[in-house]
């Protein structure tokens, strides 16, 4: 699929979550519990950090959304983290597996460097494992498990640290 990644706008808030809800409602996927609305996620667009990377992946054949990534500083209350992003990547179910995670992988990285990070990290579930493998690919590695961190309709799940240097 030819791609083009560019910076999310306030237009794009129905597209994400449209790929954003079905990922959260299927449960199994990201400790994200509560679709969001339309309405809430165009707030969050609209108070995205000046120093987060926010990025879509449109199809260059039909012009549709197709994933997104986000970036945000890893804390704010000092600047001792400043270098430090947290990273999170959500792909339409239906296109996974076709190099759209790489692509935005690919423009975050190298906006990440430009905006002064020096490495990036998340939490992926334990039970997550094509997410897990998707991040590995692109250099991040495991720094530890976090036991029992999420509590899913009653089950607890266990999330990975990952890291990645830029
Ligand atoms: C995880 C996710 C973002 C990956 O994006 P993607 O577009 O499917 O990934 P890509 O096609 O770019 O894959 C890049 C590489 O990651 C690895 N990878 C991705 N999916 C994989 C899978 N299911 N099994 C094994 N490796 C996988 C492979 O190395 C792949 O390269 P290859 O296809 O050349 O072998 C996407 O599957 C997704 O959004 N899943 C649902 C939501 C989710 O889990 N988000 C993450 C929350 S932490």
Redesign the pocket.
């Known amino acids: 699929m030819d791609l083009l990644i560019r910076e999310a706008q306030l237009e794009d808030a129905e597209a994400i979550v449209s790929i954003l809800n079905p ?1 959260i409602k299927a449960g199994v ?2 400790a994200l519990s509560t679709p969001f609305s339309v309405e809430a996620e165009r707030e969050f667009i609209l108070n995205f950090p000046p120093r987060g990377i926010f990025h879509v992946a449109v199809c260059e054949h039909t012009q549709k959304v197709v ?1 997104f990534q986000n970036t945000e500083p890893f804390a704010t209350y000092t600047r001792a983290f400043d270098h430090v992003g947290v990273i ?4 339409e ?1 239906c296109y ?7 692509s935005l992988f690919q423009a975050t990285f190298e906006a990440a460097l430009g905006k002064g990070y020096e490495k990036l990290s ?1 939490f ?2 334990a039970d ?4 897990l ?2 991040y590995l ?1 692109q250099g991040f590695r495991i720094i530890g498990t976090a036991h029992r961190q999420a509590k899913i309709n009653g089950k607890y799940v266990d999330e990975i640290l990952i890291e990645r240097f830029l």
Do not use: C
């Open positions: 990922i996927y990201t994933g999170g990547t959500y792909v179910l996974r597996r076709q190099g759209i995670g790489r998340a992926v579930r997550n494992i094509a997410s493998a998707a690919s």
